[in-house]
T-cell receptor, first 112, second 114 residues
Framework: DAKTTQPTSMDCAEGRAANLPCNHSTISGNEYVYWYRQIHSQGPQYIIHGLKNNETNEMASLIITEDRKSSTLILPHATLRDTAVYYCIVRELHNQGGKLIFGQGTELSVKP | EPEVTQTPSHQVTQMGQEVILRCVPISNHLYFYWYRQILGQKVEFLVSFYNNEISEKSEIFDDQFSVERPDGSNFTLKIRSTKLEDSAMYFC????????????FGEGSRLTVL
């Protein structure tokens, strides 16, 4: 079962920052936080991941709280093409097989 | 940019028929996965594969399913005798590292069982 809790849906205005929260209160020290997204039944797409430090790449920023019990994915300037389901996933560092377990995710709608 | 490719994009089959879904992972990747997504539901893990054997499988991956990498490039998922409830999108994924590496997913194969 997924170890994360996310809002079912969110809206964001085009051009504004989208801030997607995730709770992972039972995360353990050897577990990373991963974010993926799925655009309309396409294959899931990797966005970013982190352990305890904040991370930034060309797609997004990941802010992890100091106690690591929650995180926020930030899309700095959301576009219509960012409309998708966003999945926050906790993944054990040495998990057998390296699988990801997807939850229900947050359906983000970016509106003009 | 390297990508995972899957064929066919859509297959329609009769209940009870065998189906093989094919995937070409990214060339230097060593770990391979199959996931499925029933329409309107979440993405579900089926199986992981490394070094020509299954690393882990879910409860969904019963005796009707099998995987193999017959020629060192293709990674296949076989469903021996399809059921109506096997209708879903099937996603293949691969990664270079099972620990922290990102999984790269293909665009999926839609299976419709009639």
């Amino acid at each position: 079962d997924a170890k994360t809790t996310q809002p079912t849906s969110m809206d964001c205005a085009e051009g504004r920052a989208a801030n997607l929260p995730c709770n992972h209160s039972t995360i353990s020290g050897n577990e990373y936080v991963y974010w993926y997204r799925q655009i309309h039944s396409q294959g899931p797409q990797y966005i970013i991941h982190g352990l305890k430090n904040n991370e930034t790449n060309e797609m997004a920023s990941l802010i992890i709280t100091e106690d690591r019990k929650s995180s926020t994915l930030i899309l700095p300037h959301a576009t219509l093409r960012d409309t998708a389901v966003y999945y926050c996933i906790v993944r054990e560092l040495h998990n057998q097989g390296g699988k990801l377990i997807f939850g229900q995710g947050t359906e983000l709608s970016v509106k003009p | 940019e390297p990508e995972v490719t899957q064929t066919p994009s859509h297959q329609v089959t009769q209940m009870g028929q065998e189906v093989i879904l094919r995937c070409v992972p990214i060339s230097n990747h060593l770990y391979f996965y199959w996931y499925r997504q029933i329409l309107g539901q979440k993405v579900e893990f089926l199986v992981s594969f490394y070094n020509n054997e299954i690393s882990e499988k879910s409860e969904i991956f019963d005796d009707q399913f099998s995987v193999e990498r017959p020629d060192g490039s293709n990674f296949t998922l076989k469903i021996r005798s399809t059921k109506l409830e096997d209708s879903a999108m099937y996603f293949c994924a691969s990664t270079a590292s099972r620990n922290t590496g990102e999984l790269f997913f293909g665009e999926g194969s839609r299976l419709t069982v009639l």
